[in-house]
């Protein structure tokens, strides 16, 4: 492993015209060390996740906080255990969102979105999702929100009456 | 017959073996261990871009069934919160009447603490609504939802 090289350990002249050094050459294999560095190196290579997770931020009015906002500035989207989407402003009757499958329906949604808060830059969405909806449903519908940039929106529970009012009690 | 006559032949390694070293040193510095997931939960994926913060972060985790795990970050918080045996875990099974005494000592603790709700693309949205009421209730009015980049 480690020995001692005692070859040239003689001659040491300071003054003279040549310069030799005394040296005790050392000699340590150094091998196995750098066995265990690349061992450690593929270690940490592959258990080192290096992407942080990505997240959409919510916003949330206080609990207690009631805003009293003008029926025609509130648009509501009601969504459905089935995701059907039904919107409406103000007292409107519910319409639904046109659409054959999820995709369909989240596009046209995300169109409607934009021609909406064109129309009335004051507009506020409150989102009502059906409790035996999926999570995913929500998060899509929450998407198309960010994408369109509408950042004045509020969840809340879907209750009774609105099932009635959609149709689906 | 003749010995076969061998070439020695050396190699240098010193530069491959210091770029090794500085490789492990980078690795060993940068990494962070994190505890084992509480429980299997498959994200759901958004157009969202903005990233989880490093430190001071407290995730509700909602899986499939619908059951709801507290975890924070920090390993002595989860000490001082859920007790010593939860050190080394990254969550705790709670209930949502549970719920509200947790997060709020927790945020006692450290009032840094940001709010993340990392819940299962399938789970029920009811369970979810639960969550983000206790939130509201709390006063905790700004969270985030993980979610995965679409690709």
Do not use: C
């Not at chain 2, 913060?53 to 920090?74: A, F």
């Not at chain 2, 009032?111 to 983000?132: F, N």
């Amino acid at each position: 492993m480690a020995d001692v090289d005692l070859s040239q350990s003689k001659g040491k002249q300071k003054h003279g015209g040549k310069k030799k050094r005394k040296r005790i050459a050392v000699r340590v294999d150094m091998t196995p060390m750098v066995d265990v560095a690349f061992l450690l190196l593929t270690f940490f290579m592959l258990t080192t996740s290096m992407s942080k997770p990505q997240t959409m931020e919510i916003n949330l009015p206080p609990a207690d906080q009631n805003a009293e906002v003008a029926a025609s500035n509130l648009m509501t989207l009601r969504i459905t255990d089935d995701f059907r989407i039904f919107w409406n402003i103000g007292e409107e009757k519910p319409t639904t969102v046109d659409g054959a499958n999820k995709k369909e329906r989240l596009i046209n949604l995300g169109k409607l979105l934009k021609d909406r808060n064109r129309a009335n830059p004051k507009l506020i969405t409150l989102i009502k999702v059906d409790g035996k909806a999926k999570y995913i449903d929500m998060v899509d519908v929450m998407d198309e929100l960010n994408i369109n940039e509408i950042s004045r929106f509020s969840l809340a529970p879907m209750k009774d009456e609105d099932k009635k009012q959609i149709g689906t009690l | 017959m003749s010995k076969s006559k061998r070439v020695g032949f050396k190699l240098d390694m010193t530069p491959m073996v210091d770029v090794g070293f500085l490789l492990l040193t980078f690795f060993m510095l940068s990494t962070t261990f994190k505890p084992q997931d509480v429980a299997e939960v498959s994200i759901p994926i958004s157009h969202s871009a903005f990233k989880l913060p490093d430190v001071d972060v407290m995730t509700v985790t909602v899986d499939k069934e619908g059951s709801v795990y507290l975890g924070v970050d920090n390993q002595n918080l989860r000490g001082a919160l859920f007790g010593p045996q939860y050190v080394l875990k990254a969550g705790v099974a709670v209930t949502l009447t549970e719920l509200p005494e947790l997060l709020r000592n927790a945020r006692i603790r450290n009032p840094k603490l940001r709010t993340v709700i990392k819940a299962d693309r399938d789970a029920e949205y009811k369970v979810i609504q639960g969550v983000m009421e206790t939130l509201q209730k709390e006063n905790i009015t700004r969270f985030n939802l993980v979610t995965d980049m679409e690709k």
